[in-house]
């Protein structure tokens, strides 16, 4: 693949992405953490974890579960990630595009995609992934921007003013994407945090 500029702007925020996004990061984890359910038995992996705020959390508040994955495109953001969970046998780390990413099918509990959707070249591509790596009866929680109302103008700017890949879409887009891909939608929010529009979605593979 060529240059890509996503995983290198992601490269060098890595350093102070937790303190400039704080507020951000806790409002949408507080929406997933709201929904997530995990099992002692379960294995989890966040496709494009970032430095690991949910990994962290997990952690700290003894939330039960057998394995976590977090896989990312960006070394330096996985660094951060690595260094906050520290040393924790349940945890791997791996640096796979969402889009094709090196797992057994039929193999995760539930897949976690926070804040990122907008950063994928081949959205469906990703959804297809998900789909596949999912157990059936899996759970699929997918967060992020929706591209509504004023938000198309923020949109519009942040697009223009960063060299990451900024591919944002509707909520309704993005549910038709999951259904045209066999997921059954059980949860579907939408609300607004600062200047951002925001979804939420819990989508299951059929068991
Ligand atoms: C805004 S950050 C969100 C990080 C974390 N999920 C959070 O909510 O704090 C977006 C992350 O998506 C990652 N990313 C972008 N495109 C990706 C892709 N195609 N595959 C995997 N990760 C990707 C970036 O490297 C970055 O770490």
Redesign the pocket.
């Known amino acids: 693949m060529n240059r890509d500029y996503?995983?290198e702007s992601?490269d060098a925020l890595a350093s102070e992405?937790d303190m400039r996004?704080k507020g951000y990061?806790e409002n949408?984890?507080q929406k997933l953490l709201g929904r997530l359910e995990t099992r002692p038995s379960d294995r989890l992996l966040?496709?494009?974890?970032?430095?690991g705020?949910?990994a962290k959390y997990l952690q700290q508040h003894e939330w039960e579960f057998d394995e976590f994955v977090l896989?990312?495109?960006?070394s330096e953001?996985l660094d951060k990630a690595q260094e906050k969970v520290g040393p924790d046998g349940r945890y791997g780390y791996t640096e796979?595009?969402?889009?094709q990413m090196g797992f057994e099918s039929n193999s995760f509990d539930q897949v976690i995609?926070?804040?990122?959707f907008h950063?994928?070249?081949d959205q469906g591509a990703?959804i297809r992934e998900v789909y596949r790596v999912l157990k059936p009866g899996g759970m699929f929680y997918l967060l992020d921007w929706n591209k509504t109302g004023l938000f198309r103008v923020v949109n519009y700017w942040i697009d223009k003013l960063t060299s990451?890949?900024i591919q944002t879409i509707s909520v309704d887009e993005v549910e038709e994407l999951l259904r045209s891909y066999h997921f059954n939608i059980k949860h579907k929010e939408t609300w607004h945090y600062r200047y951002w529009n925001l979804f939420f979605i819990c989508a299951t593979k059929p068991a």
């Open positions: 996503t995983a992601y992405y996004w990061i949408t984890h966040d496709i494009s974890a970032g430095t705020y949910l896989n990312d495109i960006s953001m796979y595009r969402a889009e995609s926070m804040n990122a950063n994928y070249l990703v990451e890949t």
